[in-house]
């Protein structure tokens, strides 16, 4: 199933400060979900982003904060974003059944907010080159257990030229440093 830009949400969890210097890629996951946030403000599409105890973890790195700058960001202390007290009713509200998740761990947090949303009705896509975890291994089983769950699969560009549909468009040139 294709993603739509008028039928998606983005979900960054948990890209904070003292935590990603362990995360396997880092930076990768970092500069794919600043794209992704940055397309989502150019294109319309919500974005909202998680922060997992913040007092032990630090707020979200700056390059996300500063890309978020339309998103909605909520603390949250269960693993699960799906499992914190007002969240499924928050992504609810932006009426959009397709929610696309970057972030770490894959393993735990991705994992779990995956599988959250998925019981609670929503069509949800795991962009893979956007999350990661500590270790490589806990980040590929996880994609392939979520693969297996019914998640769908995608990747930063993926996203990007699905949310446009088509080349030539004003929408297409504001994005193309995106892409290039």
């Given at each position: 199933m294709l993603i739509r830009r008028a039928d998606s949400l983005l979900l960054v969890v948990d890209i904070q400060q003292k935590l990603a210097p362990a995360i396997h890629d880092s930076e990768r996951v970092t500069a794919n979900s600043v794209r992704l946030l940055e397309g989502a403000r150019q294109l319309g599409v919500?974005?909202?982003?998680?922060?997992?105890?913040?007092?032990?973890?630090?707020?979200?790195?700056?390059?996300?904060?500063?890309?978020?700058?339309?998103?909605?960001?909520?603390?949250k202390t269960h693993f699960s974003c799906a499992a914190e007290p007002g969240v499924i009713d928050l992504l609810r509200a932006a009426k959009r059944p397709q929610v696309?998740?970057?972030?770490?761990?894959?393993?735990?947090?991705?994992?779990?907010?995956a599988f959250g949303l998925q019981?609670?009705?929503?069509?949800?896509?795991?962009?893979?080159?956007?999350?990661?975890?500590?270790?490589?291994?806990?980040h590929s089983?996880?994609?392939?257990?979520?693969?297996?769950?019914?998640?769908?699969?995608?990747?930063?560009e993926m996203v990007l030229f699905e949310w446009l549909h088509?080349?030539?468009?004003?929408?297409?040139r504001q994005l193309l440093p995106l892409i290039k």
């Amino acid at each position: 199933m294709l993603i739509r830009r008028a039928d998606s949400l983005l979900l960054v969890v948990d890209i904070q400060q003292k935590l990603a210097p362990a995360i396997h890629d880092s930076e990768r996951v970092t500069a794919n979900s600043v794209r992704l946030l940055e397309g989502a403000r150019q294109l319309g599409v919500p974005a909202f982003v998680s922060e997992q105890y913040v007092k032990g973890l630090g707020p979200s790195l700056e390059a996300i904060r500063n890309a978020a700058v339309d998103a909605h960001f909520f603390e949250k202390t269960h693993f699960s974003c799906a499992a914190e007290p007002g969240v499924i009713d928050l992504l609810r509200a932006a009426k959009r059944p397709q929610v696309l998740l970057t972030g770490t761990e894959t393993h735990v947090c991705v994992l779990q907010t995956a599988f959250g949303l998925q019981a609670a009705g929503f069509e949800v896509y795991l962009v893979a080159d956007a999350a990661s975890s500590r270790t490589p291994e806990n980040h590929s089983a996880a994609v392939e257990r979520l693969r297996a769950g019914g998640v769908q699969i995608v990747t930063t560009e993926m996203v990007l030229f699905e949310w446009l549909h088509q080349a030539g468009t004003a929408d297409f040139r504001q994005l193309l440093p995106l892409i290039k």
